[in-house]
Nanobody, 130 residues
């Protein structure tokens, strides 16, 4: 059974930083589209960033956070990180890690659709105060 466990959320003031972690287990890490989504109550889940673990440099960032976030991977730990800097109050949301072995590197690098991902973590809350 695939398991994704997020950590690293919390409360920060605007301009602050957080690093989210997603530890994956239960499958051969290999070539996987690992992604981060976020969701606020009443809105659809929004793709934030992704990385295709089997292809160096295959990353995607949503325009609203581009330049402020970096996604990275640690193959030895089967863990993906999301470094978030210069956080804004509008970044407040529940952040979810998701994985898919069916999304190829091209799709993983262009856009994120929640329905394409069958494996999700429990989420970690990020709250940014002004």
């Amino acid at each position: 059974e695939v398991q994704l466990v997020e950590s690293g959320g919390g409360s920060v003031q605007a301009g602050g930083s957080l690093r989210l972690s997603c530890a994956a287990s239960g499958y051969t890490y290999g070539s996987v589209c690992m992604s981060w989504f976020r969701q606020v109550p009443g809105k659809e889940r929004e793709g934030v960033a992704s990385i295709y673990t089997g292809r160096v440099g295959s990353t995607y960032y949503t325009d609203s956070m581009k330049g402020r976030i970096t996604i990275s991977q640690d193959d030895a730990k089967n863990t993906v990180y999301l470094q978030m800097n210069s956080l804004k109050p509008e970044d407040t949301a529940m952040y979810y890690c998701a994985a898919s072995t069916f999304v190829n590197w091209v799709r993983c690098s262009r856009s994120l659709i929640a329905a394409d991902f069958g494996n999700w973590g429990q989420g970690t809350q990020v709250t940014v105060s002004s």
